[in-house]
């Protein structure tokens, strides 16, 4: 079973960038597909983005394609989130996430993730 930890969140203006990190434990990092979500205050946790087992599939949600970038470090196991050209609207709580699967697919459904970290909230300022 792995747990997760996110870390690299806090306050940013408009335009900035942060890179999120999520430090795995307890499994075998390469077993797992990875992803992040997010959720703002009244909202669903939505989809982000994800990243297969190899690194070899990539998947993002509308809203920050060419913006986020997810990639992942299996001799650290660790993925990030590169976040860049940030926006009010990406202010969330920010969720990574895992899957035991070793395939190309790409899962947006939280149903597929069954390893959650606590979360580290992004605050985009004016």
């Known amino acids: 079973q792995v747990q997760l930890v996110e870390s690299g969140g806090g306050l940013v203006q408009a335009g900035g960038s942060l890179r999120l990190s999520c430090a795995a434990s307890g499994g075998t990092f390469g077993n797992y597909a990875m992803a992040w979500f997010r959720q703002a205050p009244g909202k669903e946790r939505e989809f982000v983005g994800a990243?297969?087992?190899?690194?070899?599939?990539?998947y993002y949600a509308d809203s920050v394609k060419g913006r986020f970038t997810v990639s992942r470090d299996n001799d650290k196991i660790t993925v990030y989130l590169q976040m860049n050209s940030l926006k009010l609207g990406d202010t969330a709580v920010y969720y990574c996430?895992?899957?035991?699967?070793?395939?190309?697919?790409?899962?947006?459904?939280?149903?597929?993730?069954?390893?959650w970290g606590q979360g580290t909230q992004v605050t985009v300022s004016s």
């Open positions: 996430a895992a899957a035991q699967y070793k395939g190309p697919v790409i899962f947006t459904s939280r149903s597929h993730y069954a390893y």
């Open positions: 990243i297969n087992y190899d690194g070899g599939s990539l």
